[in-house]
């Protein structure tokens, strides 16, 4: 997934990316950061509809015919009325699937969360569209496909929170898939931290910080019961 307001650049990017080994381009036009939105990338573009024509069509015409490109939106930047032209910009770019954040921009992750838009999203266009924004529970699954006609979901920060969703909702939605073990909260976290040693070659120093904002969703919203004692460890 890359993100970025300049057709070329991105088109470039994601030609470096298909040349290290990526078999599918994701475009980020949903990301609300206000880093990233003041550096013209993410939701920023939710604002320019023809601009998201662009990068997509730069992009698409830059990978090879075989590697897939993608988009994911928000409903819009200060309103849900803004996906269906910006669905549609995408979808004239040539992407190949939609993903569909079913809040605004100025929403943030603030409830409430919108998904009846995403249905006439998958009319409008006819490509396949992942809904995607505040799937917690199965329950939150199966409600999210009722009110959609979705057939994917995206998980984000529930899969974060519990780290078992991702293959029971695979489960539910009738994937063969292996059923989870329960969690076990020390394991998980060891293995993070080797993987941050992996991957930097050293005890990376922000490691204690992003073990603490996932266990942070992890103990908002699913059944980690240590976070009063995570949060004072420095070490």
């Given at each position: 997934q890359i993100l970025g307001g300049h057709p070329e650049r991105m088109a470039l990017s994601a030609l470096a990316a298909?040349?290290?080994g990526a078999k599918a381009i994701d475009l980020n036009f949903g990301c609300p950061a206000p880093t990233v939105n003041r550096n013209d990338g993410g939701a920023s573009l939710?604002?320019?509809?023809?601009?998201?024509?662009?990068?997509?069509?730069?992009v698409r015409s830059a990978v090879p015919k075989e590697i897939p490109v993608s988009a994911k939106l928000r409903l819009g930047w200060d309103s849900t009325d803004a996906i269906f032209e910006n669905a549609q910009m995408a979808a004239e770019g040539g992407a190949a699937w939609l993903t569909v954040h079913a809040r605004t921009r100025v929403q943030g992750y603030a409830p409430p969360v919108c998904w009846p838009p995403i249905r006439r999203v998958r009319e409008q266009t006819g490509l396949?569209?992942?809904?995607?924004?505040?799937i917690w529970t199965l329950d939150d699954l199966r409600q999210c496909g009722e009110e959609t006609g979705a057939e994917h979901f995206m998980l984000g920060r529930?899969?974060?929170?519990?780290?078992?969703?991702p293959a029971?909702?695979?489960?539910?939605?009738?994937?063969?898939?292996p059923v989870p073990p329960p969690i076990v909260w020390s394991a998980l976290m060891r293995r993070l931290v080797h993987w941050n040693v992996v991957l930097t070659c050293q005890a990376h120093p922000k490691s204690v910080v992003k073990l603490k904002q996932w266990l942070k969703f992890a103990h908002l919203h699913g059944d980690f019961r240590h976070w009063d004692v995570v949060k004072r460890t420095d070490d």
């Open positions: 298909v040349r290290a939710l604002r320019h509809p023809c601009r998201i024509r662009e990068i997509v069509a730069a396949p569209v992942v809904a995607n924004g505040d529930a899969a974060l929170a519990d780290p078992r969703l029971l909702a695979s489960l539910e939605l009738g994937i063969e898939t």
